[in-house]
């Protein structure tokens, strides 16, 4: 079953504008983590969050996690043409945190 | 040289043919996983493997077989290809003592 969920499913924004999606989840988690998926190409990492800590940042990427509402929000900051793609939340569980359950994603068009 | 390679990049076939997706990496990683993706929806996780000797079942197996050849090679099977096999399919490999999965470019698998 899917324990990442995301909201919005989509979203479009102008270049410039902040863009926020949310991702929700229904078990306990070792950490949460966003990835990046350009039209049809591999995922890659973005940042992780661990269940302990409340807010990251790397760069332009600011993300939140309330373990008591299991939800997660994700914030790019002034946005670009090249953030265009689509957004996954990973929530990780198990043993040995192995295994990234992943929801069905925002898919962010941000317009020049 | 990218560090997760899947060959071949995109696949068709008909229904009842065996198929092999070969999957390698260069980052030393000892896990390994293979994903299926279809659209509109998140990675759902088919087997993983923690290294050579052991191979698990992930959420969606049926169907599909597995072999770790090597440290660095992990391939996934389907005896009897199906039309619902359709998918995007992709592998990624992480450290034992990381959480982050570091995926390839996919295989476009076409069953008709």
Known sequence: SQQGEEDPQALSIQEGENATMN????TSINNLQWYRQNSGRGLVHLILIRSNEREKHSGRLRVTLDT???SSSLLITASRAADTASYFCAACSGAGSYQLTFGKGTKL???P | DADVTQTPRNRITKTGKRIMLECSQTKGHDRMYWYRQDPGLGLRLIYY???VK????GEISDGYSVSRQAQAKFSLSLESAIPNQTALYFCATSEVTADTQYFGPGTRLTVL
């Open chain 1, 68 to 70: 008591s509402k299991k």
């Open chain 2, 54 to 57: 052991d191979i698990n079942k």
């Open chain 1, 23 to 26: 991702c929700s989840y229904k």
């Open chain 1, 109 to 111: 068009s941000v317009i």
């Open chain 2, 49 to 51: 493997s923690f290294d």
